[in-house]
């Protein structure tokens, strides 16, 4: 299961993480206390466990999350896969790539502050991004002392939060923790005797296990490419639908190269075929280090991955300062891939709750419009009909900073590759 932690800057995601990790046997505890030593003398007490998570100089240094992080712990259940995503509203693309992986959610809400701004950026970009299960924990739970009142506070406020943009509040789970003491994670605590629910660590075998899409051609977008040495390219990323199986012939678009299937990892042992979920590194006879890069993905040599000229789609604006026109040229966050695209037309303005037409070929979209509307990519981009490949058809639109809709590809024009 790939889990995405998400939530508002410092509201306690790393630290979330690295107390899962600590609190299931993933982490021994004498390097935890080696990091709160060492984060006590460079003057950051209390980020022991979130430096499980955040492993960059910089991001000791400024107490934040800047790029994604894989970490795997073990439930009675499952064994997770988990991105702790950062909060940092500079930092959103990275959380747009964490959350592309993920098949549910854990949202960090610090309940001093309630619901934040990249709280709400954050769901939405889930929802949109197609995360369906999500569990809430309300943390930091020790700094209003384990109040019931405020817990309730926060709950109603995320509960109105969440519906907005489809989630069930009455299905979603909602948890009282302190991440820092421990509270509600392995087991209920005595500090929080008004919670009836079950600790998160037990909430997260309640997931229902994605389905594999093993039968619908293999997808596999590229997160990173590295050289290393003995072994030589080795690009990763998670396989989206299909199978990858050693030997295979395989083609990486929009790059135009072909190879072949060497050898397949994952955590650190070599595996015979790679299915839907697993995060994986391999290696490609015929791929050098320069010949592709994060945003390709990789298909089977037979089914290509299709490079889009133009796409049809349905979006949901979000925000836009103005109004959103033709000609506008935003940064579309497709899988791991970041590209510039134009609207070149704008076919109706959608109903948001019915999808009934409400207008053909308006003028402009503003905050809070659906619409369906016609994209170019200003350079060759892989982006799939939702409908056949839903996790290929899911893309985010941001444009200075923030995120300004989201939406799903529901018609192709494809690009000829020669
Ligand atoms: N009092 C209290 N502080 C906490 C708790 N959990 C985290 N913190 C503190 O909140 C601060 C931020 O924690 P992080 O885990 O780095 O927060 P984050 O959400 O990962 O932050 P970004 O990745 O930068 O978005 C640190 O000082 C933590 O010690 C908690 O349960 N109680
Ligand atoms: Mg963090």
């Given at each position: 299961?790939n889990?995405?932690v998400?939530?508002?800057?410092d509201?306690g995601?790393?630290t979330t993480?690295?107390r899962m990790?600590f609190e299931?046997?993933?982490?021994?505890a004498?390097i935890i206390?080696?990091?709160r030593k060492?984060a006590?003398?460079?003057?950051?007490?209390?980020?022991e466990?979130?430096w499980?998570?955040?492993?960059?100089k910089?991001?000791r240094?400024?107490g934040?999350t800047?790029d994604i992080?894989h970490?795997?712990?073990d439930?009675?259940k499952?064994?997770?896969?988990?991105?702790?995503?950062?909060?940092?509203?500079?930092?959103?693309?990275?959380?747009?790539t964490?959350?592309?992986?993920a098949?549910?959610?854990i949202?960090?809400?610090?309940?001093?502050?309630g619901?934040?701004?990249q709280t709400?950026?954050?769901v939405?970009?889930a929802r949109?991004?197609?995360?369906?299960?999500i569990?809430?924990a309300?943390?930091k739970?020790d700094?209003v002392?384990?109040?019931e009142?405020?817990f309730?506070?926060?709950?109603?406020?995320?509960?109105?939060?969440i519906?907005?943009?489809?989630?069930k509040?009455?299905e979603?789970p909602?948890?009282?923790?302190?991440?820092?003491?421990?509270?509600?994670?392995k087991v209920?605590?005595p500090?929080t005797?008004?919670?009836k629910?079950q600790p998160?660590?037990a909430a997260?075998?309640?997931f229902k296990?994605p389905a594999?899409?093993?039968d619908?051609?293999m997808?596999?977008p590229?997160q990173d490419?590295?050289s290393?040495?003995?072994?030589g390219?080795?690009?990763?990323g998670?396989v989206?639908?299909?199978?990858v199986?050693?030997?295979?012939k395989?083609?990486?678009m929009p790059?135009?190269?072909?190879g072949?299937?060497k050898?397949i990892?994952?955590?650190?042992?070599?595996i015979?075929q790679?299915v839907?979920?697993?995060n994986v590194?391999?290696n490609?006879?015929?791929?050098g280090?320069?010949d592709?890069r994060?945003?390709?993905?990789?298909g089977?040599a037979?089914?290509?991955?299709?490079?889009?000229?133009?796409?049809t789609?349905?979006?949901?604006v979000l925000?836009?300062?103005?109004?959103l026109?033709?000609?506008?040229?935003p940064?579309f966050?497709?899988h791991?891939?970041?590209?510039a695209?134009?609207f070149?037309?704008?076919?109706?303005?959608?109903d948001p709750?019915s999808?009934?037409?409400?207008?053909?070929n308006?003028?402009?979209l503003?905050?809070?419009?659906?619409a369906?509307?016609v994209?170019?990519?200003?350079?060759?981009m892989?982006i799939?009909n939702v409908?056949?490949?839903p996790q290929?058809?899911?893309?985010?639109?941001r444009d200075m900073?923030?995120?300004?809709?989201a939406?799903?590809c529901i018609a192709?024009?494809?690009k000829?590759m020669?």
């Amino acid at each position: 299961m790939n889990l995405a932690v998400i939530g508002h800057i410092d509201h306690g995601k790393s630290t979330t993480v690295g107390r899962m990790m600590f609190e299931t046997g993933a982490v021994p505890a004498h390097i935890i206390e080696g990091y709160r030593k060492e984060a006590e003398s460079k003057g950051k007490a209390t980020f022991e466990f979130a430096w499980v998570m955040d492993n960059l100089k910089e991001e000791r240094e400024r107490g934040i999350t800047i790029d994604i992080a894989h970490k795997r712990f073990d439930t009675a259940k499952f064994y997770f896969t988990v991105v702790d995503c950062p909060g940092h509203r500079d930092f959103v693309k990275n959380m747009i790539t964490g959350a592309s992986q993920a098949d549910a959610a854990i949202l960090v809400v610090a309940a001093p502050d309630g619901p934040m701004e990249q709280t709400k950026e954050h769901v939405f970009l889930a929802r949109t991004l197609g995360i369906t299960q999500i569990i809430i924990a309300i943390n930091k739970m020790d700094a209003v002392k384990y109040d019931e009142k405020r817990f309730n506070e926060v709950k109603k406020d995320l509960s109105d939060l969440i519906k907005m943009v489809g989630y069930k509040p009455e299905e979603t789970p909602f948890i009282p923790i302190s991440s820092l003491q421990g509270v509600n994670i392995k087991v209920n605590s005595p500090e929080t005797p008004w919670y009836k629910g079950q600790p998160l660590i037990a909430a997260l075998d309640t997931f229902k296990e994605p389905a594999k899409p093993t039968d619908k051609p293999m997808r596999l977008p590229i997160q990173d490419v590295y050289s290393i040495s003995g072994i030589g390219t080795v690009p990763v990323g998670r396989v989206e639908t299909g199978i990858v199986k050693k030997g295979m012939k395989v083609s990486f678009m929009p790059a135009n190269k072909a190879g072949e299937i060497k050898s397949i990892e994952m955590h650190h042992e070599e595996i015979p075929q790679a299915v839907p979920g697993d995060n994986v590194g391999f290696n490609v006879r015929g791929i050098g280090k320069g010949d592709i890069r994060r945003g390709d993905v990789m298909g089977p040599a037979e089914a290509p991955p299709t490079v889009a000229d133009e796409f049809t789609a349905q979006i949901v604006v979000l925000q836009h300062p103005s109004a959103l026109t033709v000609g506008y040229t935003p940064v579309f966050h497709c899988h791991t891939t970041q590209t510039a695209c134009t609207f070149v037309e704008l076919k109706k303005k959608l109903d948001p709750r019915s999808g009934q037409t409400k207008e053909e070929n308006p003028t402009f979209l503003k905050s809070g419009d659906a619409a369906i509307v016609v994209i170019k990519p200003t350079k060759p981009m892989v982006i799939e009909n939702v409908k056949e490949l839903p996790q290929l058809g899911r893309f985010a639109v941001r444009d200075m900073g923030s995120t300004i809709a989201a939406g799903m590809c529901i018609a192709v024009q494809p690009k000829q590759m020669l």
